[in-house]
């Protein structure tokens, strides 16, 4: 009676867990509702109470997307626009303002449709549902130059072979510049240069700017950092999101800054300031989720006939490790921390860099975290040898440790001190069962982040899954895809999910407890738990966790085999306690 209170316990629990894990990705990654794009009245997101934010971002709201295409179609139709081709990104820069916020990037498909060959876009003019935009300009004499002043241009296409400039007369004798270029990946120089042309000094401050909405902002999740960052003094800065800039309305994080804007967990805007200086670096609230980080240099007195410059820099692209770090190792102080790697990054590059190799070599994404998985569990399988040794040794002694446990009971001083005798005359450390097991947990969790994290998981396909970095699309309730409707929340079950709670459930079997009945009864829900936790979680992620169960298993059993005594004293103690549960619950039938 006992334990079926206990059980009904454990159940109870456990669909709270259940339920309360759906409760909060609700809450905190709420899905859109369906909108029809012909409805006469568009809202953009801004302007709803909530907004969705998908894993790695982008527009969620059917109407916001439809109206972001009728934006961009009208904004970059106009031919006040100087074109950028270069290796990696295309786009233009706006004449009128000055404007950057046109960016595209050759290399990363917005969808996995065949039919659709549309690069993903990371910039969009100032006023469409997914703005992001940079601007680089001056303050002349206490006086923003108006972002409705049109500039004028020579050197056509701005490509890493030519360079591109945008003048502007400021009146009163003070002409402006900003001289584009480019490099073979995502970094952009633009140097401002004030020629003072009058007969009296002015005073110029040079500054430059990344605007933003929150609404195309990937989901922040505790491993994946989105929202505004940077590195200021000696360290990076991951501690601000959009609502910690709403609630204080600005923020200007503290030390020099080396670089700082805005990431996602895939594309980063942010900029460089020039070499030496230490401009004021801001985080703004504009109001319905328009955000801006400023970059404002100390003003500078020009004098007469004189010409000043500064030159910064600024990243517009795909948050590649090997792209980060090489900008690094040029000399941008810890530039490949865009990558929010956390605490266990010597582990996870290192993981990273073997993944891309394997992929290399095989061709597919989703077989080459099935090899690394493999190749990780074989090199911690003499950890693993070690534990079962360990604790074949501690169930040996199993009857000493029990035998002074109670001839000592009342002197736990003695018998703490016996123990640590018996120890050593048996010569078994019963910390050495432990020590493996914590030793796995900092790799385990470092190959979980670069899956994460990796972009290069992103649009990879693997048997039926189109999109490795995204959700299992084949989930069961209908069908395969066969029905036509999507599951709603925590009841889109895929195949990886399913197949992830039986691996657990078989290793937990496998496994003879000496736990109790209620104990195990929680290890007996816990798999069907997880499944449902983890469905809505990369499929690349399943996949590695379904091939470590697997492997979990192959392990088990083989160490079983070289440890009978362990297992078969595991099996005599979980039946002991077996029976002593049923003549428990004997007295409570009568």
Not at 142 to 170: F, I, M, R
């Amino acid at each position: 009676m006992e334990n079926s209170r206990n059980f009904v316990l454990v159940l109870t629990l456990s669909l709270a867990v259940l339920i309360g894990w759906q409760w909060a990705m609700d809450y905190f990654y709420p899905q859109p509702e369906e909108v029809s794009v012909t409805a006469e009245k568009v809202d953009t997101p801004a302007e709803q109470a909530e907004v969705a934010h998908a894993r790695t971002g982008g527009l969620q709201d059917p109407t916001a997307i439809a109206q972001e295409a009728a934006d961009l179609e009208t904004a970059l139709a106009t031919p006040e626009r100087v074109a950028i081709d270069s290796p990696r990104i295309a786009g233009s820069i706006n004449l009128q303002g000055a404007f950057l916020d046109d960016v595209v990037l050759k290399d990363y498909a917005a969808t996995t449709d065949a039919d659709d060959d549309d690069p993903v876009r990371i910039f969009s003019p100032r006023g469409t549902p997914a703005q992001q935009f940079s601007q680089f300009g001056f303050l002349v004499n206490g006086q923003k130059v108006s972002d409705e002043s049109l500039w004028s241009t020579e050197g056509g296409t701005l490509t890493p072979d030519n360079p591109v400039t945008l003048t502007h007369d400021a009146g009163n004798g003070i002409e402006l510049q900003l001289t584009y270029s480019i490099d073979d990946e995502y970094m952009l120089t633009i140097e401002q240069a004030v020629a003072n042309r009058s007969a009296v000094p002015a005073v110029v401050q040079p500054y430059g700017l990344v605007g933003r909405t929150s609404d195309t902002a990937s989901a922040d999740f505790f491993i994946a950092h989105s929202g505004p960052m940077g590195v200021f003094g000696d360290s990076a800065n991951y501690d601000y999101d959009y609502d910690d800039i709403d609630e204080a309305k600005k923020v200007s994080p503290e030390g020099a800054p080396s670089w700082f804007g805005f990431t996602d967990i895939y594309w980063l805007a942010a900029m460089v300031p020039q070499d030496g200086a230490t401009p004021d670096a801001t985080f703004r609230s504009l109001g319905s989720n328009i955000y801006r980080a400023d970059m404002i240099y100390d003003p500078v007195t020009v004098p007469a006939g004189r010409k000043y410059t500064t030159t910064s820099r600024l990243y517009a692209g795909a948050k590649e490790s090997t792209v980060l770090d090489a900008y690094e190792d040029a000399g941008l102080a810890k530039f490949g921390l865009a990558i929010d790697w956390g605490w266990f990054r010597w582990f996870e590059k290192p993981f990273l860099w073997l993944l891309k190799n394997i992929f290399e070599i095989v061709g597919n994404f989703g077989v080459a975290i099935i090899i690394l998985t493999i190749i990780v569990r074989g090199l911690m399988f003499p950890i693993a040898q070690k534990q079962f040794a360990s604790m074949a040794a501690m169930k040996a002694i199993q009857p000493k440790m029990k035998a002074l446990q109670e001839r000592y009971k009342d002197d736990r001083v003695k018998q703490q001190q016996e123990m640590q005798k018996l120890f050593k005359d048996e010569k078994v450390n019963p910390l050495a069962g432990c020590l493996p097991l914590i030793l796995q947990i900092p790799i385990f969790f470092a190959l979980y982040k670069v899956l994460y994290l990796a972009i290069e998981m992103r649009h990879q396909d693997f048997l039926y899954i189109k999109d490795l970095s995204a959700p299992d699309p084949a989930t069961i309730l209908n069908l395969f895809g066969l029905l036509p409707f999507d599951p709603p929340g925590f009841l889109a079950i895929g195949v990886l999910a399913v197949l992830l709670g039986l691996t657990m459930w078989l290793t937990f079997k496998l496994n003879p407890s000496t736990m109790d009945p209620v104990q195990q009864q929680v290890f007996n829900i816990m798999p069907w738990v997880l499944m449902f936790v983890m469905a809505p979680f990369a499929a690349g992620l399943l996949l590695y966790w379904v091939t470590s169960n697997i492997l979990t298993l192959a392990q088990q059993k083989y160490l079983y085999s070289k440890h009978p005594a362990l297992r078969a004293a595991a099996e005599k103690e979980k039946a002991e306690k077996a029976a002593k549960a049923a003549k428990v619950e004997l007295p409570g039938r009568e």
